[in-house]
């Protein structure tokens, strides 16, 4: 078994075909056919169904293993280059979208600056979505809502964030002064997070004691996508403090709500590998980031 092998069945699993494949391998098709089927050959199985073009049950283990080795492999190349010290290679970073709009410049700026030998790679999506693709090898780190259940990634806290019901100015609760009492939720039509994220689960869990549940007009796995539709007179919702950007803000309100916790944003690895040099400089570039509390958007905090 060899690693092109591994690399040529992973490239046909992203690209969706083995021409596809072979372009970005800069090869061509009959090379990237002959390397899969020597490693169906050599582990006695089908790894890729011919008819449909998606993977069989033993090669989404191959595929998912493939990945952890491949970017130990690249970790391995950028751990050398450091000890001379040139921190170079890839880190791809997956970002939750409300943290990702305000983060990701910062880190570009200091990347640029600082280490202009590696080459950041940002993802946005869900912490549901992020999840996975770390556990799969397909992301070096991740910035997540916490707490992260599964039980294959290791987290630090990084901040916390202020919740707020954000609305438009001409709503009736609009002009409420201070922190709005639960109560005042109960009844009110939300665009909420989808049963199951683990920002649901915390408004949920915040809101029971005060006899208060939350009417969804709609459930959405994403904030972001909540903060767009809110924007767009969809609906009020209850969002981080830093998805209510400063040119909206003549538009709409974020009003803080009453006994609310913050919500936790941390960073995710896998539990088992080293991180990469790379790696270890984005973390180190988060926490500066972070540690320069003057610096933070309204609404975070530094932990503790």
Partial sequence: MELRHLQALVAVTDAGTFSAAADRLGTVQSNISAHVA???SELGTTLLDRATGRLTDEGTVVVARARRMLAELEALVADVAAYKDQVTGTVRVGMIGTTARWLAPELLRLIASRHPGVH???????????????????????VLNLPVPGPDVVTTPLFEEDLVLVLPVDHPLAGYPGALPMTELDGLELLLPAHGTAYRDELDAAIAPAG??????AEIDGLRLIASLTFEGYGPAILPATALPRF?????????????PRRRVGTALRARGLPS?????LLELLAGVVARRSDLPGGLHAVP
């Fill in 212 to 217: 208060v549940t939350l009417t969804p007009r």
């Fill in 120 to 142: 950041l790679v940002v993802v946005e999506g869900t912490t549901t979505g992020l999840e996975p693709r770390l556990e799969a090898g397909q992301l070096d780190v991740a």
């Fill in 38 to 40: 020597r490693l169906e």
């Fill in 277 to 281: 040099a790379p790696t270890r400089v």
């Fill in 248 to 260: 909206l803000r003549d538009q709409f309100r974020g009003i803080p709500i009453a006994g609310l």
